[in-house]
């Protein structure tokens, strides 16, 4: 009890068993990946078309008649509020697959949960802004890093799998897919 109270603490490597059973999963192809956010970013336009300004159209008017930097201030922060909700929502309520990534068949998978939270959604969401950051250089990282993880994977500790095509091999310990896995991921990849 009293090395308690000294701040005394010790590193407990709760991830490996998730990451042991992650290992061996199918990671999805950037083309893949690239149309499922394609077909993501049509369904936004889509729904923008669908309701118009909305709430947000009233502020702009409003806006408008306290100049053109409020205005544009209220278009950049409509849109990303906007993308941010329908990719943290369709995430989440999708058990990690947005309309376009069940389309392409790929799943965002969560490296540190058993299953995608509201949190981690929204997290992902934001981290497409930072990918498109310096041209779009964050989306490119998919070819630098080992597990193919753009930097919205790396922001939000995700990756993206290929539900088409089986494990290449399994974890290292078998029993752990059982207990970390989610039942619908362990039986689809």
Same mark, same amino acid.
């Given at each position: 009890?009293?090395?308690?109270?000294?701040?005394?603490?010790?590193?407990?490597?709760?991830?490996?068993?998730?990451?042991? +059973?992650?290992?061996?999963?199918?990671?999805?192809? #950037?083309?893949?990946?690239?149309? @499922?956010? %394609? %077909?993501?970013?049509?369904?936004? !336009?889509? *729904?923008?078309?669908? #309701?118009?300004?909305?709430?947000?159209?009233?502020?702009?008017?409003?806006?408008?008649?306290?100049?053109?930097?409020? !205005?544009?201030?209220?278009? $950049?922060?409509?849109? *990303?509020?906007?993308?941010?909700?329908?990719?943290?929502? +369709?995430?989440?309520?999708?058990?990690?697959?947005?309309?376009?990534?069940?389309?392409?068949? *790929?799943?965002? &998978?969560? %490296?540190?949960?058993?299953?995608?939270?509201?949190?981690?959604?929204?997290?992902?969401?934001?981290?497409?802004?930072?990918? %498109?950051? $310096?041209?779009?250089?964050?989306?490119?990282?998919?070819?630098?890093?080992?597990? /193919?993880?753009?930097?919205?994977? /790396? *922001?939000?500790?995700?990756?993206?799998?290929?539900?088409?095509?089986?494990?290449?091999?399994?974890?290292?310990?078998?029993? &752990?897919?059982?207990?970390?896995?989610?039942?619908?991921? +362990? @039986?689809?990849?």
């Amino acid at each position: 009890m009293l090395k308690r109270w000294r701040g005394e603490r010790w590193f407990h490597a709760h991830e490996t068993a998730r990451f042991d +059973a992650l290992n061996g999963l199918p990671l999805a192809s #950037f083309k893949r990946r690239a149309w @499922a956010f %394609l %077909l993501d970013l049509a369904i936004v !336009v889509a *729904i923008k078309g669908l #309701f118009g300004g909305g709430p947000i159209g009233h502020l702009k008017h409003l806006a408008e008649e306290h100049g053109e930097l409020m !205005v544009r201030i209220l278009d $950049e922060g409509k849109e *990303i509020i906007e993308s941010v909700l329908y990719f943290g929502i +369709a995430l989440k309520l999708g058990k990690g697959q947005t309309p376009g990534k069940r389309l392409m068949k *790929i799943k965002v &998978v969560s %490296l540190t949960e058993d299953s995608m939270g509201w949190w981690q959604s929204i997290e992902r969401a934001l981290g497409y802004a930072a990918s %498109l950051l $310096e041209g779009g250089f964050g989306f490119a990282q998919f070819y630098l890093n080992r597990n /193919r993880m753009c930097v919205h994977d /790396r *922001i939000a500790e995700t990756i993206v799998v290929d539900l088409q095509r089986p494990r290449t091999h399994g974890p290292l310990h078998p029993h &752990v897919v059982k207990e970390s896995l989610p039942a619908e991921t +362990a @039986a689809t990849v």
